[in-house]
């Protein structure tokens, strides 16, 4: 079945640290993207990217990284620069380059515990 | 700025009690509505779009209407498996990005 594998599920690390976390698309989408979601918020955007090689910071992209150098890979890397690293992280895709009239196909997310 | 407010925070009902979720969105040139359904510890997994005002989709015991300002999920007839959190999300014109409500948090009783 196609769909969106995001690995690990759980992770745990020390403050200071780099962390990726990976995201795996076979939908053959062309957009794919990075949301954080924390109690009492709404998803919120971290990057997106709509093409191979080209990626766009979303509201709240400082203290993150992304890459987009295979259409079905989208890693995003926490830095030790994000101040409050510790989130339940989702990625997405979606059929359309724009989301405003596509809907997006998430992933089932990683939960990152920075200590 | 683009705003979505859900209502209310929390829904409990009995089993076969039906009732409404609300979603108010102000967003200048609305291009999709979306509703999801989230389990816990999981992503969000699509359920509908709707795109004008007047504009109904099915699903199951769900039904999802849509008017200039606000969006309805309709569950009738509600089972214990129906428990989860709802999310709306709105997309607007020439934009990239969807703009979330922070959810219905539903829970269905025996």
């Known amino acids: 079945d196609g769909g969106i594998t995001q690995s690990p599920k759980y992770l745990f690390r020390k403050e200071g640290q780099n962390v990726t976390l990976s995201c795996e698309q076979n939908?053959?989408?062309?957009?794919m993207y990075w949301y954080r979601q924390d109690p009492g918020q709404g998803l919120r955007l971290i990057y997106y990217s709509q093409i191979v090689n080209d990626f766009q910071k979303g509201d709240i992209a400082e203290g993150y990284s992304v890459s987009r150098e295979k259409k079905e890979s989208f890693p995003l890397t926490v830095t030790s620069a994000q101040k409050n690293p510790t989130a339940f992280y989702l990625c997405?895709?979606?059929?359309?380059?724009?989301?405003?009239?596509?809907?997006?196909?998430f992933g089932n997310g990683t939960r990152l515990t920075v200590t | 700025e683009d705003q979505v407010t859900q209502s209310p925070e929390a829904l409990r009902l009995q089993e076969g009690e039906s009732s409404s979720l609300n979603c108010s969105y102000t967003?200048?040139?609305?291009?999709?509505l979306f509703w999801y359904r989230q389990d816990p510890g999981k992503g969000p997994e699509f359920l509908f779009t709707l795109y004008s005002a007047g504009e109904e989709k099915e699903k199951e015991r769900l039904k999802a209407t849509l008017t200039k300002k606000e969006s309805f999920l309709h569950i009738t007839a509600p089972k214990p498996e129906d428990s989860a959190t709802y999310l709306c999300a709105v997309g607007e014109g020439g934009g990239n990005k969807l703009t979330f409500g922070t959810g219905t948090q539903l829970k269905v009783e025996l």
């Open positions: 939908l053959n989408h062309d957009a």
């Open positions: 997405a895709s979606s059929i359309q380059r724009g989301t405003g009239n596509s809907p997006l196909h």
């Open positions: 967003v200048s040139g609305l291009r999709g």
